[in-house]
């Protein structure tokens, strides 16, 4: 055990606690990579599901204005109660989606990237830098209105002006019988800056940007997107671009998505909410696995919050709760803190902070190419000698050893 000073980080961090496996891994990291080497001040949520439930989902909401307070904050996996876990955590009821509930508190674009090692190729042949998509962290299906159709009936959709101006009315359809309406929306505020958030984060990371959408189809909607992308781009971006060197791309859906199969990555990929939600997933197991993607969202504030792209690995809790042995990847929490904390340390101007985020990412990588793993990224690396399948505690306690080599 090392006998160094620890490490001061200046400003508290927003600690955002979660459920099942990823809980657990979210400790064993503090405990293992975190706390022995820095000293630090946490504001703690607890976000586990009965304690949401117990303060009526208070303490989400209340987590979400600590990031807009302190600026950084971190987030493990959280359960989206459905009806099952209504019954499975006896809840008083099915709970929004915490994610949800700070997005649209926050506003914002959820950028996820790839974690790359050198011995695991990606699934797809050509890819070979890694693919960032850029989600729209607001609106859309995530904050919708839904009602049924209990039978035959008309359904509208209505908008009233603030202003005492006439209303605008559409009918959505003549039922004939039962069925389902569903009523999503989106601001131009919000879209704007969704735009920025993408050409800054395309320039930062020195890739070019696609955005699509399906504006031929959604002719409002949609096609309000694709228009202030546009916008932004000639206003503000098109001469920074050509500077570096880069490009702005807006394609349909479906186009971007069949190009992105043979295409050699290196791309930010910006997407509607629920696009980025699905594709988001499909792109990090390509990469290898769900746990190797970082993810953050940015708003257009200035706020930062960290977090893992997958959920809380249920299967494998279950597993553990019967005395299963596991071999669950913490990487994308690891990943988390690492990003949270080097934000943390620019934001503070506290390099030491900042070079503790680089070394503890180094020491995970280091222990995935020297061959310890999880089952996960075993399935899927090239094969080797050195080669083998440790269980959650193990692949962190590797990590630890590497990380007190740095240090
Ligand atoms: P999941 O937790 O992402 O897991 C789906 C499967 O992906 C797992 O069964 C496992 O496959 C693999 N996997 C995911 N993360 C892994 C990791 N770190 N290491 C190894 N394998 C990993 O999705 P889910 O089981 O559908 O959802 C469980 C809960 O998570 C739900 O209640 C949902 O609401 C919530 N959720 C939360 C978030 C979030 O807070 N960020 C995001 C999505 C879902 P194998 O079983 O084949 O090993
Ligand atoms: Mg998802």
């Known amino acids: 055990m090392s006998k160094k000073r620890k490490i001061r980080v200046k400003t508290a961090i927003v600690e ?25 001040k946490l504001e703690y949520y607890d976000l586990h599901v009965k304690h949401r439930d117990e303060t009526d989902d208070q303490v989400t909401v209340d987590a979400a204005k600590a990031i807009m307070k302190y600026g950084v904050g971190v987030k493990c996996s959280t359960i989206t109660p459905n009806e099952e876990r209504v019954r499975e955590y006896k809840l008083k009821k099915a709970w929004r989606s915490p994610n949800g509930v700070i997005r649209g508190m926050l506003d914002g674009t959820v950028f996820r990237k790839p974690i790359i090692t050198k011995n695991i190729r990606p699934l797809v042949s050509t890819w ?88 031929t189809i959604s002719k409002i909607y949609d096609a309000r997107f694709r228009d ?22 807006f394609t349909l859906i479906d186009d971007a998505t069949a190009r992105i199969m043979k295409h050699e990555g290196g791309i930010l990929w910006a997407l509607k909410n629920y696009d980025g939600d699905v594709l988001s997933d499909m792109i990090a197991q390509a990469f290898g696995s769900l746990a190797m993607m970082t993810s953050v969202l940015v708003s257009p504030r200035g706020h930062f919050e960290y977090e893992a792209a997958h959920g ?5 809790y279950y597993k553990h709760l019967q005395g299963e042995e596991t071999s669950t990847n913490s990487t994308a929490l690891i990943f988390a803190w690492s990003g949270c904390l080097r934000k943390r340390g620019e934001l503070d101007r506290t390099q030491e902070v900042s070079s503790f985020a680089d070394k ?5 990588i280091e222990t995935v190419e020297a061959g310890t793993m999880t089952g996960d990224l075993l399935a899927v690396a090239n094969p080797s000698p ?6 959650t505690e193990a692949f962190i306690d590797a990590i630890a050893a590497n990380l007190q080599q740095k240090l």
């Open 360 to 364: 503890l990412e180094a020491a995970v």
């Open 228 to 249: 202030i992308f546009a916008r932004e781009y000639e206003n503000n971006w098109r001469e920074k671009f050509h500077r570096a060197g880069r490009e702005y791309l």
């Open 128 to 215: 070979k830098k890694p693919i960032i998509v850029g989600r729209h962290a607001y609106g859309d299906v995530y904050s919708n209105t839904e009602i049924s159709a209990t039978g035959a009936g008309t359904a509208e959709l209505v908008f009233t002006p603030a202003d005492g101006g006439n209303s605008v009315s559409r009918t959505i359809k003549e039922f004939t019988g039962p069925g389902i309406i569903q009523g999503i929306h989106n601001t131009d505020a919000s879209i704007e800056s969704f735009a920025c958030a993408c050409f800054t984060f395309a320039l930062d990371q020195k890739v070019d940007l696609w955005f699509s959408a399906k504006d």
């Open 16 to 40: 955002i606690d979660g459920d099942e496996m990823t809980r657990i891994m979210w400790q064993m990291v503090k405990d293992k990579l975190l706390l022995l080497h820095l000293d630090m």
């Open 386 to 391: 050195h080669n083998r399948k440790v269980n």
């Open 312 to 316: 809380t690995v249920q299967k494998h």
